[in-house]
């Protein structure tokens, strides 16, 4: 399960599917990916609980 207190980068190299979904939310995951995804969607100004609810389905998807 993906929390808010994972960093982007780990988040991606787990589940390299995820980055189309910090792409639909705009949330920096190239370049700036060292920080936790609740920090970087707060900057962001994205719905944290919306955009946990559409990594951990992507995530879940993957590992099936």
């Given at each position: 399960?993906?929390?808010?207190?994972m960093i982007i980068n780990d988040v991606i190299k787990k589940y390299p599917k995820t980055i189309s979904v910090f792409s639909k939310f705009k949330v920096d995951s190239c370049c700036g990916g060292g920080a936790s995804i609740e920090k970087t969607a707060a900057m962001s100004?994205?719905?944290i609980d919306a955009l946990l609810a559409a990594l951990n389905k992507v995530a879940l998807e993957t590992s099936k």
């Open positions: 399960m993906i929390t808010k207190t100004g994205v719905d």
